[in-house]
């Protein structure tokens, strides 16, 4: 099991942003236009030859280089296609806002649909952004299986959510989110029977998002996080345990994870000495429920 990585095939966009198209046309939703005239076409709607409907090469190269990051850390292997056919499929519609299902959950969508969308997403540039940064690593965190961190049951008790003013800021263009979105995305913490494993608290998570400090009783904001996190990085080796680390990160042993997240006693011991990537992940869950079920409520908003 150790020595066999896992394969992931990613990418599939195109058939899904062509229905995208053809739905617009099944409608019939030609407003706009005078009549439909027989055999007229459409001012604006006719393809370009060779027409990136579903991602340019700079978005896909950005795509690919941070997802490829999140790989590293991991016993999983990427294998990248072209064909709709991906376990994994990204689409690049900037009308559809930025989200991803969770996990092995991406094997529930209908076949060939978007299981991940990034939005604003520039074909401009071969470099991301930081705020891309941060789109593109948040919505990679979920395909691995990421929740948000700002939802996850060990969040702090100096962080309280203003609803009010957190359903203002989520309600304004650039979301336009409703009451239940916000709730479902941001405001409603995650029950510890839906969590598999949790770490503490880590405000500079790549999935925690950006908070002003206004939308906190105690006045607490969190910072644009572009970047995994040491404990980001560390909850992903423990859940898929490579033998030996990656060589583009040689010092990120299970045991060197294992000390990032502060586990100690009989379970460091299991997690250092077990060679089999499922033991390692259980140990780690078991621990995570222990500092759960310590926090005794202490730590958790309702
Ligand atoms: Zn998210």
Partial sequence: MFLIPNLVRLWGYLLHNLRKYLRGWDSGDISG?????????????????????????????????????????????????????????????????????VGRYCQRAPPKSATTNLENIS?????????????????????????????????PKHFNFIESEVQREFGKDGHRWSREETRKNVTRPHQQKHIENCSQFDRNSIMMYRFPASLTYEGVGTPLNTKLSDIDKAVLT????????????????????????????????????????????????????????SLDGKCIVS
């Fill in 123 to 155: 074909s401009a540039t071969r470099q991301p952004s930081l705020e891309e940064a941060f789109i593109i690593l948040h919505e990679c965190g979920h395909i691995f299986g990421f929740i948000h961190e700002h939802q996850a049951p060990a969040r």
């Fill in 238 to 293: 423990l859940n898929y345990a490579r033998l030996e680390p990656h060589l583009k990160a040689p010092n990120w042993t299970v045991a060197y994870a294992v000390d990032i997240l502060g586990i100690e006693g009989e379970l460091k011991e299991k997690i250092v000495s077990s060679k089999d990537c499922r033991d390692i992940r259980a140990y780690y869950t078991e621990w995570s429920t222990q500092q759960m079920e």
């Fill in 33 to 101: 236009f005078e009549e439909p005239l027989k055999g007229a076409l459409g001012k604006g709607t006719l393809w370009e030859q060779n027409e990136p409907e579903s991602g340019t090469d700079n978005q896909r190269e950005k795509t690919r280089v941070l997802l490829e990051e999140c790989f590293i850390y991991t016993n999983l292997v990427p294998i990248w296609v072209e064909d709709g056919e991906g376990m994994v499929r990204i689409s690049f519609d900037d009308e559809c806002g930025s989200s991803s299902l």
